[in-house]
């Protein structure tokens, strides 16, 4: 084939050319804002009861439920590829949700026995766990329902000892993603009068009431028993300001990092929660996000590891000081393979 010749034209006067820093992967690399590494990334992982089980999530492919045993195992995988926390949601047998979340109290519960098994064998990595009552709960909502409504002191009461029973467990990080208001000053000051000031507080600061959780709410069996929806305490997508509100009530009561969830359609709020606070900032990409991507790549629609990449690295670039990614196993694979 015979090359197009060079188009000929005026050479522009130009003391900027952007291009340059652009012309080779070296003159990229050199100039690159931001990175990407393992350990920016939290893997957040589903438990269920039984032993050798790994179940399929239908809305969400290549993510499982795993038996305690699995779970073990998978978690020294993630240990061993980097990746410095993980974070536990249980997927709890619907016999044992109730009114109150009876089971969310039982120093023994799926959560509990998965802590001890994961700490006892992969001794070296973070361990998160949910602080909230939506799996124990009959009408999956995170908190107490009374008549119509969510109770909000009430709930911090229960809030409180879960988050305890889940230190006693184990638990390296206590992460309540209930969205009740003062539950950050409450568990803070019964972790420290139970002798656990050095486990740490994730605060779910900025979760916004979105459409994003479904696939989530399928994985942990909730999404047929919710009642309504859970827009009298999740924040308001439409609000911006009250984010910032959020994290400084969070931050005063004695968070040690905040979170902002959703990721992706709320990188905005990343970095205003970043510029703002000046404290470790993550985001969650949720169980929709992960759905969106995957589907997209399974149809040949989307180059799946770049879009995948690139989706965790706009974080990083967002100010995040890590995130919360059902890709994390995958995403730490590639970066080690780099
Ligand atoms: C509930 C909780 C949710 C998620 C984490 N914790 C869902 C909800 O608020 O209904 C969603 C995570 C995801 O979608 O990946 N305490």
């Known amino acids: 084939m015979t090359q197009p010749e060079k188009p000929v034209a005026t050479r522009l006067s130009l003391s900027q050319r952007p291009r340059r820093n ?34 399929a999530i239908a809305s969400m492919p290549g993510v499982f439920r795993y038996s305690i045993d699995q779970a073990t195992q998978a978690v020294a995988q993630a240990a061993a590829l980097g990746l410095p926390a993980v974070a536990l949601f249980p997927n709890i047998d619907p016999g044992l949700r109730d009114e109150a979340a009876r089971a969310a109290l039982d120093p023994d519960n799926l959560v509990c026995r998965a802590c001890r098994a994961i700490k006892a064998s992969v001794p070296d990595i973070g361990l998160i766990t949910d602080v909230a009552l939506d ?8 908190g107490l329902l009374v008549g119509e409504e969510i109770v909000n002191d009430a709930t911090v009461a229960v809030l409180t000892r879960q988050a305890v029973i889940q230190a006693q ?20 000051a019964a972790l420290d009068a139970e002798g656990f000031e050095n486990v740490q507080i ?10 994003f959780y479904g696939p989530f709410r399928d994985a942990i069996g909730t999404n047929k028993t919710l009642k309504g929806d ?5 924040m308001d997508p439409a609000n911006t300001d009250e984010a910032l509100r959020e994290v400084a009530l969070d931050l005063e009561q004695g ?38 991507l995957t589907a997209a790549a399974q149809n040949g629609w989307l180059d799946g590891e770049r879009a995948m990449m690139e989706s965790l690295l706009a974080f990083k670039r967002a ?19 780099e």
């Open 22 to 55: 652009r012309k080779s992967d070296w003159a990229r690399r050199l100039v690159r804002e931001t990175t990407l590494d393992a350990s920016d990334l939290i893997w957040p992982l589903f438990v269920i009861e039984g032993e050798g089980r790994r179940d």
């Open 135 to 142: 799996p124990y709960t009959s009408h999956g909502h995170d």
């Open 169 to 188: 467990a184990g638990a390296d990080v206590i992460a309540p993603s209930d969205m009740m208001d003062g539950r950050i000053g409450a568990i803070r």
């Open 202 to 211: 994730m605060s779910y600061a900025a979760k916004y009431a979105s459409a």
């Open 230 to 234: 859970k827009r009298t305490y999740q």
């Open 255 to 292: 968070a040690d990092m905040v979170m902002v969830k959703p990721g992706m359609p709320y990188l905005d709020i990343v970095r205003r929660v970043a510029d703002a606070f000046h404290a470790p900032t993550f985001a969650y990409q949720v169980s929709g996000e992960y759905a969106m």
């Open 319 to 337: 100010g995040a000081a890590g995130v919360l990614t059902y890709f994390a196993v995958q995403a730490a694979e590639i970066l080690r393979r």
